[in-house]
């Protein structure tokens, strides 16, 4: 049934976007951490022990898709992201999509991800100590990815659930409206710090050694994304749209169910050349960026 176990916290492993895997958390008070992962596991849980507390660690549409399953369940949400709850329209507008990706977004989202309108029940803030029984729980907000992010530590456990901060051989997301690459950066800094023994993630291999080294590696991504652009700008002037074509994050532009990653690559080069921009390395000329010497 579970693919992890240390004492009571256990994860799920839920497979490719939007699916994610889910922690649970197996006390008085049972509670699912993003509820994305198997339906029939997630069923089953539930029916041997109701689940009580259904949290998520942001407000992406990939974490999303059982909540449904479980609407007795109090629903705890990061503060800064509790709005994408409040309607479909706060959700889309995370991305900024154009007409015509508005429509593919909206389908997806109710469709295969489950969106209902859903009020928190409790915002999740810095420093809270969440308690489902004997086991305890820090929240530790993580912003970048979204500006509300969460990770969850369980000391006693020595776990650390670092949620979409998640470890994946291509390097972290920072793509909506509101993300933010020093945010990023910040956050996994402090993640590095936490002496766990296991890290959880919510996508990829899920389950890894509390090696500080392997954050430190994924963070250097967004490193070497900015030096791959610096060094095609160096080529030569270019728009946006050639930087986004040049696919230096995700490669050639393609969809993965239903996930236009150019939109995504599009929004994440634009916040590298406006970092680029205010620390006087790139400038924008007549619509192309230009590699200042
Ligand atoms: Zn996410």
Same mark, same amino acid.
């Given at each position: 049934m579970f693919d992890f176990e240390k004492g009571p916290i256990k994860l799920i492993l839920g497979g490719k976007y939007p699916h994610c895997h889910t922690v649970f958390v197996d006390d008085q008070k049972s509670a699912l951490i993003d509820a994305a992962s198997k339906e029939d596991t997630l069923r089953a849980l539930d029916q041997r022990n109701p689940v009580k507390i259904l949290l998520v660690s942001h407000g992406h549409e990939d974490h999303i898709m059982y909540n449904y399953l479980f609407p007795q369940a109090a629903f705890w949400v990061p503060e800064a992201d509790a @709005? +994408?709850? /409040?309607?479909i329209n706060n959700l889309l507008g995370c991305y900024s999509p154009t007409d015509e990706e508005r429509a593919q977004w909206k389908h997806l989202l109710l469709e295969q991800c489950h969106y209902e309108v859903r009020k928190a029940d409790r915002l999740l803030k810095d420093g809270d100590m969440l308690e489902f029984g004997r086991t305890r729980c820090l929240v530790i907000h993580t912003p970048g990815h979204t500006p509300g992010h969460c990770a969850f530590h369980f000391p006693e456990e020595k776990v650390l659930f670092l949620a979409d901060m998640d /470890? +994946?051989?291509g390097g972290p997301y920072y793509g909506d409206v509101a993300s933010s690459i020093e945010q990023t950066l910040d956050s996994l800094l402090r993640l590095a710090a936490i002496d766990v023994e296991v890290y959880l993630t919510s @996508? &990829?291999? &899920?389950i890894h050694d509390g090696d500080p080294d392997q954050i430190h590696r994924f963070a250097a991504h967004i490193q070497k994304r900015e030096n791959a652009l610096l060094e095609f700008l160096a080529q030569g002037p270019k728009t946006l749209e050639e930087v986004t074509q040049k696919g230096i994050i995700y490669g050639p532009p393609r969809v993965v169910a239903g996930w236009d990653l150019s939109i995504s690559e599009r929004s994440m080069m634009s916040k590298h050349l406006k970092r680029l921009e205010k620390q006087c390395r790139v400038t924008l000329e007549a619509g192309r960026y230009e590699f200042l010497e």
């Open positions: @709005h +994408v709850f /409040l309607s /470890l +994946v051989k @996508h &990829g291999r &899920g």
